[in-house]
């Protein structure tokens, strides 16, 4: 079982590199390149574990400890009155990956959430991205929005759906 803990500056090489790896599939991110640790700073120092937490999923192996996965809260729009809503993401490492680990991170969002002044949760998943869907579905997150053809991944336009969740 994974040790889940606060994300510190020495986690930020294992952060990035997981996210890097979701890139070439086109179905996680946004993102059409990898990004530096470097770029990533900023958005790592957004993080505090008093209002908008950053994870990291440890396990140990006994042979030293590895970083599978890392779960945040991000703010959603920067305006005071929506303090209240966080926008998750969730990323593992390609070892753990379909494993129950993503349902190891809603448990621990949905479980802390309150405790860090947050009332509804959000996933922005992309449309063809069906095991994250299946993921927040299986938690009772329903689709709020859907924003036809918004991305464009290789020349192929994907929908963004956003899915909600009152947990307080």
């Known amino acids: 079982m994974p040790l889940h803990r606060i994300a510190v500056q020495q986690d930020l090489a294992d952060?990035?590199?997981?996210?890097?790896?979701?890139?070439?599939?086109?179905?996680?991110?946004?993102?059409?390149?990898?990004?530096?640790?470097?770029?990533?700073?900023?958005?790592?120092?957004?993080?505090?574990?008093?209002?908008?937490?950053?994870?990291?999923?440890?396990?140990d192996h006994g042979q030293g400890k590895q970083i599978l996965g890392w779960l945040s809260f991000s703010n959603f729009y920067g305006r005071a009155a929506y303090a209240g809503t966080a926008e998750l993401s969730i990323y593992l490492h390609p070892d753990a990956r379909g494993k129950g680990w993503?349902?190891?991170?809603?448990?621990?969002?949905?479980?802390?959430?309150?405790?860090?002044?947050?009332?509804?949760?959000?996933?922005?998943i992309f449309g063809h991205n069906t095991p994250s869907l299946r993921l927040?579905?299986?938690?009772?997150?329903?689709?709020?929005?859907?924003?036809?053809?918004?991305?464009n991944l290789d020349g192929i336009e994907r929908d963004l759906i956003i899915l909600g969740k009152r947990v307080a």
């Open 102 to 124: 993503g349902t190891y991170c809603l448990k621990l969002a949905e479980a802390h959430a309150p405790l860090v002044g947050v009332h509804t949760l959000l996933g922005f």
């Open 136 to 151: 927040f579905e299986k938690f009772g997150f329903q689709k709020w929005a859907e924003l036809p053809k918004v991305a």
């Open 15 to 59: 952060i990035v590199a997981i996210y890097n790896s979701t890139v070439a599939s086109r179905q996680v991110t946004a993102d059409v390149e990898e990004v530096s640790v470097a770029s990533r700073q900023a958005w790592f120092d957004e993080h505090s574990p008093e209002k908008r937490p950053l994870w990291v999923l440890e396990l």
